[in-house]
């Protein structure tokens, strides 16, 4: 249900909106948080918002990542950001992508516009996205934790585990797609090629870690269709098509994510992000997993042989 007609709610937070906007078009990511107490989400694409609530104790950042556009661009529409505080004393935020929606939240006085989050290209009315863009889904809570609040991800997994909790499809189409954002699905394997077949070493924690991947292969993930492993198996790695980059997880890894790209000369660069202390927030029915992450340990160095 959208906000106009129910009241939404979560805690307070510092804003950092950035409202002068850049005179060219670039992508960049759009990033969620998580707030344990409350289990409402915050999507920005502001690093220095970013920043701030990282800094907090309240906020954490999840692994649903996505890229936007930062400014007007041939067939992009804006996405609207509203707050509402009118439910002290907790307090939401709302974004859409349509144009009648925003202009009928920005007449509802509980709601604040706090100005153009970020820009996207709109879904088409039965849901889906024009060559290169892939969808973003709206969800609704129904009030299941006393207070409505809205997601959105591009995880058709994540979809499906939110309605399985009770969550509801918004947005056009039968999935319920808020908008469009931009893919990368080809570029994958060929990344991937890079490090395929061979040993990668990179310093982690004072430590050099050596890992010997096999062939490129399709993986059993719709949103990330290409994949290698390591030889034991322990090693997942995958091109991300909504970040256009590489994410390496494992269990010899945990409880660490690695999110980079390969250097011409054969190092990478990115970020590796740490588990939270509230490593996993479990939320019933399973088999639902929140999983957090600390703020971005840079990585530098690795070397693919």
């Known amino acids: 249900m959208p906000p106009t007609l129910a009241s939404t709610v979560c805690c307070s937070l510092v804003l950092l909106l950035v409202t002068t906007l850049p005179a060219r078009s670039a992508t960049v990511v759009a990033s969620e948080f998580f707030h344990d107490g409350m289990e409402h989400n915050f999507v920005t694409a502001v690093a220095a918002e970013e920043a701030a609530l990282e800094a907090g104790n309240e906020w954490a950042r999840t692994a649903t990542q996505y890229r936007v556009h930062d400014a007007p661009g041939p067939g992009l529409v804006p996405v609207c950001r509203f707050f509402s505080a009118s439910f002290a004393p907790l307090s939401s935020h709302f ?3 349509d144009a009648a929606e925003c ?3 920005r007449a509802n006085p509980r709601w604040t516009f706090e100005g153009i989050a970020f820009f996207v290209k709109s879904a088409a009315a ?4 024009a060559a290169g863009w892939a969808p973003v889904y709206r969800l609704y809570n129904d009030g299941l934790t006393g207070a409505p609040n809205h997601r959105y991800t591009p995880r058709r997994a994540e979809r499906a585990n939110f309605l399985a909790r009770g969550w509801l499809a918004e947005g056009a189409g039968a999935l319920g797609v808020a908008f469009c954002v931009p893919v990368t699905p080809d570029e994958g394997a060929w990344r991937l090629l890079q490090l395929a077949n061979g040993a990668w070493s ?3 924690s004072n430590t050099i870690v050596t ?3 096999g062939d490129v292969r399709p993986s059993f993930d719709p949103d990330a269709p290409f994949e290698l492993r390591d030889a ?3 090693v997942n790695v995958r091109w991300d098509p909504y970040l256009a980059r590489i994410v390496l997880t ?4 945990d409880p660490v994510r690695f999110v980079f790209d390969l250097t011409p000369d054969g190092g990478i660069a990115g970020c590796a992000y740490e588990q939270a202390a509230a490593t996993r927030i479990v939320f019933p029915p399973p088999p639902y997993e929140q999983v957090t992450y600390e703020p971005c340990r840079e990585l530098v160095g690795g070397q693919s042989d």
């Open 202 to 204: 990179f310093l982690w």
């Open 250 to 253: 494992g269990a010899v890894f």
């Open 95 to 97: 974004y859409t992508a």
């Open 232 to 234: 034991r198996g322990s």
């Open 211 to 213: 890992v010997q991947f």
């Open 103 to 105: 202009e009928l939240v």
């Open 126 to 129: 039965d849901g889906s996205c």
